[in-house]
């Protein structure tokens, strides 16, 4: 191997790789899984932030309807991608903070650049008023519908994550 680094693992049926065919499927089960349950999680907190708050939109001529189904569309994706990387993560040790981190950056990650930034603002630094001052009421209130939204998704994604590892529906990785 180039550079003294070990090759790579021959991934097949041979059974020498943690990354096999069964697995495989079963991060397809888990990207299904996350798609539909997210997706479904998400589906009546997006339509509240997205119809009827608007998210900070107005500015922005946005149709809201029409953006609640984009972003249940995209929260349904999100959804699976997290339902592949929380099977990875968690593993078959069981430790109740990790899980609750893996949800907790998955939050952050789609809450935070979900903010828009008002008109009202100015730049380097950021400033935009009360009443933090990098933070308007505004800004504050996008992040806690943003935050509620998320938390909504990733946590019932992971949810039944474990259902399904806990049924046998789903394996979860080896550790």
Same mark, same amino acid.
């Given at each position: 191997?180039? %550079?003294?680094?070990?090759a790579a693992p021959v991934l097949g049926a041979s059974g020498g790789s943690d990354f096999d065919f069964a ?5 397809? @089960?888990c990207g299904l899984l996350g798609l539909v349950a997210g997706g479904i999680a998400l589906t009546p907190f ?5 119809? +009827?708050?608007?998210? $900070? #939109?107005?500015? *922005?001529d946005v149709n809201g309807l029409a953006q609640w189904e984009f972003d249940t569309d995209m929260g349904s994706?999100?959804?699976? *991608? +997290? ?6 993560? =968690?593993?078959?040790? +069981?430790?109740? #903070? ?5 949800? $907790?950056? &998955?939050? /952050? =990650? ?8 008002? @008109? ?13 001052? %990098?933070?308007?009421?505004? #800004?504050?209130?996008?992040?806690? /519908? $943003?935050? =509620?939204?998320?938390?909504? /998704? ?6 039944? #994550?474990?259902?399904? &590892?806990? @049924?046998?529906?789903?394996? @979860? &990785?080896?550790?």
């Open positions: 191997a180039p %550079y003294g680094r070990p697995q495989r499927i079963e991060s397809a @089960k997006a339509a509240l932030d997205d119809i +009827f708050f608007s998210r $900070g #939109m107005d500015a *922005l994706i999100q959804g699976a *991608l +997290f339902a592949i990387v929380y099977r990875y993560c =968690v593993r078959e040790d +069981f430790n109740p #903070m990790l899980n609750q981190g893996v949800i $907790g950056a &998955f939050v /952050l =990650v789609r809450t935070l650049p979900r903010i828009i930034v008002p @008109k009202i603002c100015s730049a380097i630094p950021l400033e935009c008023g009360a009443p933090i001052g %990098y933070f308007d009421w505004g #800004m504050i209130g996008q992040g806690a /519908l $943003g935050f =509620v939204e998320s938390a909504a /998704l990733f946590g019932a994604t992971a949810y039944a #994550m474990d259902y399904c &590892f806990e @049924k046998g529906y789903i394996s @979860k &990785f080896r550790s």
